[in-house]
């Protein structure tokens, strides 16, 4: 009997210490207003943090094109408590040293997005995070995991699957990807919708009413 409490105890303990290794890590990602955005356009790029009790989160974002920085409601929402925000330096081929931190003995726990990055960058490109540290309320790094993004830059196109002609294949794969972006979002409005179907069906009709 005796046995059977300790390993019951044993148990126990592993499970807040898997419980507790959880809670400690942190995810830190970009999440674009869109992926596909027409020559010229600026588009925003959130810095979305998640994670439990973080008092403070520093980053480097690597990328072309950054025009300006805002700090985001991630800590705003702790509202008996002041905040500070960093919107970094430019650095070779991005924004270094962007942080923001809570000021007081208070933490955040759940998804908020630390700041905002405006982007105009004509080619497009990958967007990244580099030297990332998540701190909680006593100072001490948590474990990180972090993922970046990749925007395309192109004009509106009809052809979706790239074979230089818009055909019925290309109403097949825009209905196939509703609700998502990419290729199929013609119109590069963010989503891959009826505007996009009824864009592409236009211009197939055209085609065959012309007998191109």
């Not at 097949?172 to 069906?201: E, H, P, R, S």
């Amino acid at each position: 009997m005796k046995s059977k409490q300790v390993s019951i105890m044993i148990v126990s303990l592993l499970i807040l210490l898997m419980a507790a290794a959880i809670g400690s890590a942190a995810t830190v990602e970009l999440v674009p207003e869109k992926n596909v955005a027409l020559p010229g356009e600026v588009i925003r790029i959130d810095v979305v943090v998640t994670g439990e009790d973080i008092a403070g989160v520093q980053i480097d974002l690597e990328g072309n094109g950054i025009s300006g920085v805002t700090e985001g409601d991630m800590f705003k929402g702790l509202t008996d408590y002041g905040t500070f925000f960093n919107g970094g330096q430019t650095i070779n081929g991005g924004v270094g040293n962007v942080y923001g931190l809570v000021l007081g003995k208070a933490n955040f726990s759940g998804v908020g997005v630390l700041a905002s990055f405006e982007v105009a960058e004509p080619n497009g490109g990958t967007y990244d995070l580099n030297n990332v540290i998540v701190a909680n309320a006593k100072g001490e790094a948590m474990d990180v995991q972090t993922m970046g993004c990749t925007v395309v830059v192109r004009e509106p196109s009809n052809d979706v699957n790239g074979n230089n002609v818009v055909d019925f294949a290309d109403l097949v794969l825009i209905g196939q990807n509703f609700g998502k972006a990419g290729a199929w979002d013609v119109n590069c409005d963010g989503v891959t919708d009826m505007g996009d179907m009824l864009d592409a069906a236009r211009e197939l009709a055209g085609l065959i009413t012309m007998g191109l």
